[in-house]
Each structure stands twice: as structure tokens, then as C-alpha cells.
Nanobody, 123 residues
Framework: QVQLVESGGGLVQAGDSLRLSCAAS????????TGWFRQAPGKEREFVCA????????PYADSVKDRFTISRDIAKNTVYLQMNDLKPEDTAVYYC????????????????WGQGTQVTVSS
């Protein structure tokens, strides 16, 4: 069983940076692929990025590629999402996710979810 707790959301201006953190519980977390999804008001939840348990696979959504970076600190059981050059369209609730499988872009692939953290980007 894995529990995920996100932090680091907030209100920023366009062009700013923000780093989200996801603290995970569970001694086997190092074997989980983890990632981030987001959901904007009135829209479906969408894939942002993910990282395999080995760290050698990091798929990104086209909309965030070259602006966002996912990383993980195994010793701290924490996953990070560094978001640079934020845009108003990045405004959403960001969810940390985990799975025992591979780093997938498919929402149904993830069976562990955090409670979400709000990111708001003003223009």
C-alpha cells in the first residue's frame, strides 16, 4: 500500500516557476513508477509526466515538454515536479500518482493517487 501527499502548489504569475513535491509512504516505494496528472476546471484529468522506478523512462505530455521536469529522491521517498515558464493554461489541480507497473501515460494504469494540490497561474 502506498499513500501519496502533494505539496508546493500556489498562486504564481505567468513565466514564474514552481516545484511540487509528492511524499510517499511505503518501504517498497522505490519499485513504483510515479507521475503527475492534472485537472483544470471543466476539463478531464490529463497526463503531465511520469518516471519509471529505475528513472530511465520519463514520458511527458507535449504541452509541458521542455518546461516541466520530473525527478525522484529514493532516499526521501519523494517525487518532484519542477515547473518552469508557467502559463495560465497550466492552472489546474495537480495529482501525484503511482503504480507497480511501468511509467504509463494512461490514467487507468495508476492505482494510487494523492489528494491533489492547486496551481494557479495568473496572466
Amino acid at each position: 500500500q502506498v499513500q501519496l501527499v502533494e505539496s508546493g502548489g500556489g498562486l504564481v504569475q505567468a513565466g514564474d516557476s514552481l516545484r511540487l513535491s509528492c511524499a510517499a509512504s511505503g518501504r517498497t516505494f522505490r519499485r513504483y513508477a510515479t507521475g503527475w496528472f492534472r485537472q483544470a476546471p471543466g476539463k478531464e484529468r490529463e497526463f503531465v509526466c511520469a518516471i519509471s522506478w529505475s528513472g530511465d523512462s520519463t514520458p511527458y505530455a507535449d504541452s509541458v515538454k521542455d518546461r516541466f521536469t520530473i525527478s525522484r529522491d529514493i532516499a526521501k521517498n519523494t517525487v518532484y515536479l519542477q515547473m518552469n515558464d508557467l502559463k495560465p493554461e497550466d492552472t489546474a489541480v495537480y495529482y501525484c500518482v503511482a503504480t507497480t507497473g511501468y511509467a504509463s501515460m494512461r490514467i487507468e494504469h495508476y492505482n494510487y493517487w494523492g489528494q491533489g494540490t492547486q496551481v494557479t497561474v495568473s496572466s
